[in-house]
């Protein structure tokens, strides 16, 4: 399962407040990539009841970035600070979170050279390789 922190809650008070600024998804040496909306207002975010069906058996919950939905295991708030919480998602799901926001015109900030150059060329290019490659130290 791979760590990935989604910056949702409200930078004066920590409170939830139903948007993303930001994704960063953690490898073995912390964040490996931040990925970031182009847009304004900020993407809607929210936490399912109803997941879609799982990847993994662990995944047993869900959440829900603009209108695409992904499935995850129960989340962390407060992880490292107030701004972020933290879920757990399998390799493949963290790989459809990638194509799907990559499609939706999300920017990547930080990553290893070869995922950002996929990234740049389209969702089609992101590979579970490349996506391993750049959470995996070398």
Not at 29 to 36: A, F, N, Q
Not at 39 to 60: C, G, V
């Amino acid at each position: 399962m791979i760590t990935v922190s989604i910056c949702c809650n409200n930078p004066d008070n920590g409170i939830f407040d139903g948007k993303v600024a930001s994704i960063e998804i953690h490898g073995s040496e912390g964040c490996d990539i931040t990925l970031e909306p182009r847009t304004y207002p900020m993407p809607r975010f929210a936490w399912l009841e109803d997941p879609p069906k799982p990847h993994d058996s662990r995944e047993t919950a869900g959440f829900k970035v603009a209108r695409f939905r992904f499935r995850c295991a129960h989340y962390r708030s407060w992880y490292g600070n107030w701004c972020w919480d933290a879920v757990k998602m399998s390799g493949v799901e963290v790989l459809r979170l990638c194509k799907v926001l990559c499609q939706a015109g999300w920017s990547c900030s930080e990553a290893d050279c070869d995922f950002a150059e996929a990234w740049d060329k389209g969702h089609m290019e992101i590979t579970k390789e490349k996506l391993k490659k750049a959470l995996t130290s070398e």
